[in-house]
């Protein structure tokens, strides 16, 4: 529900990745414009329960909400959709009490797409890291080029876990594909790491020098 920037991002990826997707916007312009790579795209106004039962909304289980620029139709389409009875809803918040209002008329699952962006794009300037994500209760995981004190040393001797306070459970050696890490695995120079654990570790683990 929604074809502003999120929006279609978000059906272009789910479609990449072979699901089918009906998306909505009551802009003709967008609907036309994203009529050619969707599957099917509609206009209609999405806060509007008797429209969304004209479009069988109901028969779908997982609805995403990606309306960000009127708090006002996002929080009536969540309404709208509750109404009808769709089971998982998933929408866009653009802040705290934003969150809270479309949690407290249905919204299943909020998300903040540009606060966890900027959080995640923060720790990847300030740092050794090429990827990060972060979970709850201090938790991460980031893809970080292997560490130069480490290089040409088998996992097994490194003790990595209880020196550092991290796991690595991939590694990519330079020009290979990303395989699962065990005890022998030997970090080869130009290896990239997948390693887990909590932040602060980390950060400290893609800092060594």
Not at 34 to 48: F, H, I
Not at 129 to 138: A, P, Q, S, V
Request: charged share 20%; proline share 5%.
């Amino acid at each position: 529900m929604g074809l502003g920037r999120f929006g279609c991002h978000l059906a272009g990826a789910l479609t990449r990745l072979g699901h089918q997707v009906l998306a909505v916007d009551r802009d003709p312009d967008r609907v036309q414009r994203w009529s050619v790579s969707l599957d099917r795209v509609v206009q209609a106004d999405a806060t509007e329960e008797q429209a969304l039962r004209q479009l069988g909304i109901g028969d779908f289980t997982r609805v995403v909400v990606a309306i960000g620029a009127s708090v006002e139709a996002s929080v009536l389409t969540v309404l709208a959709l509750t109404e009808v009875g769709v089971p998982q809803i998933w929408a866009r918040a653009t802040s705290r009490k934003h969150a809270k209002i479309l949690a407290s008329v249905g919204a299943h699952h909020v998300v903040f797409p540009e606060a966890e962006t900027g959080e995640r794009v923060a720790h990847l300037i300030v740092s050794r890291m090429l990827d990060f994500m972060e979970f709850g209760d201090d938790f991460a995981i980031a893809k970080v080029p292997v560490p130069p004190p480490l290089v040409g040393h088998r996992l097994r001797d490194l003790a990595v876990q209880e020196r550092y306070g991290v796991m690595v459970v991939g590694a990519k050696p330079a020009g290979e594909r990303f395989r699962y890490a065990d005890p022998d695995t030997v970090l080869g120079p130009g290896s990239i790491l997948v390693v887990e654990g909590g932040i602060a570790q980390v950060q400290r683990f893609a800092a060594l020098r």
